[in-house]
């Protein structure tokens, strides 16, 4: 087995992820240290060490449904210097090590699946796959149904066009100044959602991913997790290109 595999097989993130470890010189094999990312491993036999904590793969797969709620870093590691909350502050106790498939940045809240089955986490996040996100967004200003229609036909970026799959208006903020809209996507660049709407000079205000494909967040409270049913992980996988 490739080592990157394995690494993401136990738990220590998407493939990307686990190379920037070893990249790192953070990875050990029977003790010596690798920089190598194409090398293969007997997991029966050999020695892995993430650290000096030795890496064995996990006897099942989980996965989990996380509302992250606003002012959460997504992330697994510790920081140096850094007090802010994170998303492994929530995990500590769970007696898997999990990973978040991809990110919500600071600021955005809502759906963060965790898992340790890396292929999954690799497919979901690939562009080759197409995995919508839904995401409620409330922007600044009325925005008006001319400008929704120029929405939907999408935007050009610093790095690329994007076009999302749709947008819904959905209502007026209590004050009527502001606006709440439903945008789907299937790209997964750093921020990609408020870039979209400063591109409009609508910037977002508040921002919610409410389902990664056929996954939903539902009524989950935030800051809370649980486990994704037998029906929930065969239709991610589906839409994955797993089954």
């Known amino acids: 087995m490739r080592l990157n595999r394995f690494l993401s097989y136990a738990g220590f993130g998407a493939r990307r992820k686990v190379e920037e470890l070893i990249r790192q010189g953070r990875v050990t094999v029977n003790d010596e240290e690798i920089k190598s990312l194409g090398i293969d491993i007997d997991p029966k036999?050999?020695?892995?060490?993430?650290?000096?904590?030795?890496?064995?793969l996990p006897k099942k797969f989980v996965y989990l449904i996380f509302n992250k709620p606003q002012g959460v870093l997504t992330t697994m590691e510790k920081v140096p210097g850094d007090r802010r909350v994170a998303v492994r502050d929530y995990f500590k106790k769970y007696p898997v090590r999990v990973f978040p498939v991809g990110r919500l940045d600071y600021n955005t809240e809502g759906l963060l699946l965790m898992t340790?089955?890396?292929?999954?986490?690799?497919?979901?996040?690939?562009?080759?796959y197409h995995v919508p996100k839904t995401y409620?967004?409330?922007?600044?200003?009325?925005?008006?149904?001319?400008?929704?229609e120029r929405m939907r036909k999408g935007a050009k970026l610093e790095d690329g066009f994007i076009k999302p799959i749709s947008i819904k208006y959905l209502k007026p903020s209590r004050t009527g100044k502001n606006t709440y809209l439903e945008i789907t996507i299937d790209v997964g660049r750093n921020r990609i959602v408020r870039r979209f709407f400063d591109r409009f000079?609508?910037?977002v205000l508040k921002?919610?991913?409410?389902?990664?494909?056929?996954?939903k967040l539902g009524n989950l409270p935030k800051g809370y997790f649980r486990e994704l049913t037998k029906e929930e992980v065969d239709a991610l996988k589906k839409a994955a290109g797993l089954k």
Not at 45 to 56: L, T
Not at 136 to 148: F, L, N, W
């Open 45 to 56: 036999k050999d020695v892995v060490k993430v650290d000096g904590e030795r890496v064995r």
């Open 116 to 128: 340790n089955d890396g292929e999954l986490a690799d497919r979901l996040m690939h562009p080759k």
């Open 136 to 148: 409620i967004a409330k922007v600044k200003g009325k925005v008006t149904p001319a400008e929704i």
């Open 201 to 203: 000079k609508h910037p």
């Open 207 to 215: 921002l919610k991913r409410v389902s990664i494909g056929p996954l």
